[in-house]
């Protein structure tokens, strides 16, 4: 049962990591693609670390691995939020489609939405 | 001081797990480790230390870590299902959110939960307002935003850490 449940969660990681790099290549900009980056992977390696626990139970290695998980779930929103405040802040370039940026309006900067061709 | 003994617990804490014995040997190295970074880095320790040991806040604490999973998948099958879309969906922006959090604890950890959120990134805090690029912007009315964007993860917040 236990293994069961192990191994679906470890698939689970595995299908939304794959989904992540699938993001990562097909979103169009910077910053959606850190999206994908940040959500899909962050579940999919939480996941397999899960898989990995609940295959190995309270061992030495099942432990590190949820420890792992919560060091993931909390570094990684902070190190997507300074990539993308840098590639705002030296002026990456914002998708065509993107509707409105209150970010740069406020700083007093010129637009940074790329202009369709 | 009460920072420093509440990092030195909280160090320890994670080295037995993370050695996963009670050997005295690895709790004496343990001990010594966990006594040096407490005094190097404790007093950068964003919390008051009283507030580590109110009940109320560990219940909300255990409370919060249910609505942040399923917030957390919500997340993550709105974005996949975009990735898989054709289309993509995708009507991006940059919008701007008010928090009525006071300590800066509390909006780290808003900011967080934020980009864990549906198609939601934090880029940047400001004063109270806090920049948000969202992958659908669905509302111009930054009330409604605030809204949907925060869900209820400021009610949690204020309870643990403010």
């Known amino acids: 049962m236990i293994s069961a449940l192990a191994l679906i969660s470890l698939w689970l990681g595995v299908i939304f990591v794959l989904l992540g790099a699938l993001g990562l290549a097909r979103f169009p900009d910077i910053y959606n693609r850190m999206q994908a980056a940040t959500k899909c992977v962050t579940l999919g390696v939480c996941g397999i670390m899960l898989g990995v626990f609940l295959k190995t139970g309270f061992s030495a290695l099942g432990i590190k691995a949820l420890i792992c998980a919560l060091f993931i779930l909390v570094t990684v929103p902070v190190s997507s939020h300074a990539l993308a405040r840098g590639s705002l802040i030296a002026g990456v370039k914002l998708w065509k489609g993107t509707v409105k940026d209150k970010f740069t309006e406020d700083r007093g900067g010129k637009s940074i939405i790329e202009e369709e061709k | 001081m009460a920072k420093r003994i509440a990092y030195f617990i909280a160090g320890l804490i994670v080295w037995v797990l993370l050695s996963w014995t009670?050997?005295?040997?690895?709790?004496?190295?343990?001990?010594?480790?966990?006594?040096?970074?407490?005094?190097?880095?404790?007093?950068?320790?964003?919390?008051?230390?009283?507030?580590?040991?109110?009940?109320?806040?560990?219940?909300?604490?255990?409370?919060?870590?249910?609505?942040?999973?399923?917030?957390?998948?919500?997340?993550?099958?709105?974005?996949?299902?975009?990735?898989?879309?054709?289309?993509?969906n995708l009507k991006p922006g940059i919008v701007k959110i008010k928090t009525n959090l006071k300590s800066d604890i509390a909006r780290v950890f808003l900011a967080n939960s934020i980009t864990m959120t549906p198609g939601t990134l934090t880029v940047e805090i400001k004063d109270d307002y806090l920049y948000i690029h969202w992958i659908e912007v669905r509302s111009d009315d930054p009330e409604e935003c605030a809204r949907m964007i925060k869900g209820p993860f400021e009610f949690f917040l204020a309870r643990i850490f403010d």
């Open chain 2, 22 to 88: 009670l050997h005295y040997q690895e709790v004496l190295a343990g001990v010594a480790v966990s006594a040096i970074t407490a005094g190097m880095f404790g007093g950068y320790l964003p919390l008051k230390a009283g507030k580590l040991l109110n009940p109320v806040r560990w219940f909300w604490l255990i409370a919060y870590i249910p609505v942040f999973i399923w917030q957390c998948l919500k997340a993550n099958i709105d974005v996949a299902l975009r990735v898989l879309s054709p289309g993509m």
